[in-house]
C-alpha cells in the first residue's frame, strides 16, 4: 500500500514538472532569444548583445504604447483604490440593505469572462451611442481590476479589530479622523499591494483593451499583437522580456512592501 501511494506521489510530481517545463520553457526562449544578436533567432545562441533593447528604445511607436501604458495603469490603480477601500470599509463594517447584490456586483467582473465583458460594455456603449475613447478604456479597465483591490483590502479589514476604532473615537476622534490614522495606516499594506496588483493587471490586458481602445491609441500588449500580425521582429522579444519582467516585479514587490510595511505597524 505504502509503495503505490509512494508512486503515484512519484508520478503526480512528474506530471507536474512537466506541466511546469511546458509553461515556461517558452518564455525562458523569448528572454534567451532577446539578448541574440542575430535577427534569426536559433539556438545554440552564438553571440549575445543588448542590440535589440536599443533599437526598442528608438521605436517610437513601442514608446508610445509604453507611455499610455503607464499612464493608463497609473490612473487605474489609484481609481480602482480610491473605489476599492471605501467599498471594502461598507461591506465589512456596515450592514445595509442589498449588501449581498453590492457585493456580488463589484466582484462579479472577475467572474466573467474578459472576452463577454469586452463585447457585453462594448455593445452598450455602441447601444448609448458613445463613441470609444481613452476614458472609456479607463473605465473598463477600472471595472477589472476593482475586484482585486476590493479582495484584498477586505481580506486586511477584517483582521482590524474594531477596538482600535472604537478606542479612538471615544477619546474624542471624528469618523473620517478615525480613518485617516488608525484604519488606513493599519490598511496600507494591502492598500500598496492592490494599487500595484491593480497596475500590473492593467498594464498586462490585451484582451479587453482590444474592444475598447480607439483608434490610433496603442498599450503594450496590443503593440506587440500588431507587430505579431505583421511580421516577426526580434524586438518582439525584447519588449516581450520588458514585458516579462514588469509582470513578475510588481507583484512581488507588493508582496514585499506589504510585509515590510506591515512588520513596521506592528
Not at 168 to 191: D, H, I, K, Y
Request: hydrophobic share 60%.
Amino acid at each position: 500500500m505504502t509503495g503505490r501511494i509512494l508512486s503515484g506521489w512519484t508520478l503526480t510530481r512528474g506530471i507536474t514538472f512537466l506541466v511546469y517545463v511546458f509553461m515556461f520553457v517558452p518564455i525562458a526562449a523569448v528572454v534567451l532569444l532577446s539578448f541574440a544578436e542575430s535577427r534569426f533567432g536559433s539556438f545554440p545562441i552564438e553571440n549575445f548583445s543588448l542590440r535589440w533593447f536599443i533599437e526598442l528604445a528608438g521605436n517610437a511607436a513601442i514608446v508610445r504604447a509604453f507611455q499610455t501604458s503607464m499612464v493608463l495603469g497609473a490612473l487605474t490603480s489609484i481609481i480602482a483604490t480610491a473605489i476599492g477601500i471605501p467599498a471594502a470599509m461598507a461591506i465589512v463594517r456596515y450592514d445595509f440593505p442589498g449588501k449581498n447584490l453590492v457585493t456580488t456586483a463589484l466582484i462579479a467582473p472577475i467572474l466573467v469572462p474578459e472576452v463577454v465583458l469586452g463585447v457585453a460594455l462594448l455593445l452598450f456603449l455602441r447601444w448609448l451611442a458613445v463613441p470609444k475613447s481613452f476614458a472609456l478604456l479607463l473605465m473598463g479597465h477600472v471595472i477589472i481590476t476593482l475586484p482585486f483591490v476590493l479582495l484584498v483590502v477586505q481580506a486586511r479589514l477584517v483582521g482590524i479589530k474594531r477596538e482600535f476604532e472604537e478606542a479612538a473615537l471615544s477619546l474624542g476622534a471624528n469618523r473620517l479622523q478615525t480613518f485617516f490614522e488608525v484604519t488606513l495606516p493599519l490598511l496600507m499594506p494591502a492598500v500598496l499591494a492592490g494599487m500595484l496588483f491593480a497596475f500590473t493587471i492593467s498594464f498586462d490586458d490585451v484582451t479587453a483593451t482590444l474592444f475598447w481602445k480607439s483608434a490610433g491609441t496603442e498599450t503594450v500588449p496590443t503593440q506587440i499583437f500588431a507587430m505579431l500580425r505583421n511580421s516577426i521582429s526580434p524586438e518582439i522579444n525584447a519588449l516581450g522580456t520588458v514585458m516579462i519582467v514588469i509582470t513578475v516585479a510588481l507583484p512581488l514587490a507588493a508582496g514585499i512592501l506589504a510585509r515590510r510595511f506591515a512588520r513596521g505597524r506592528t
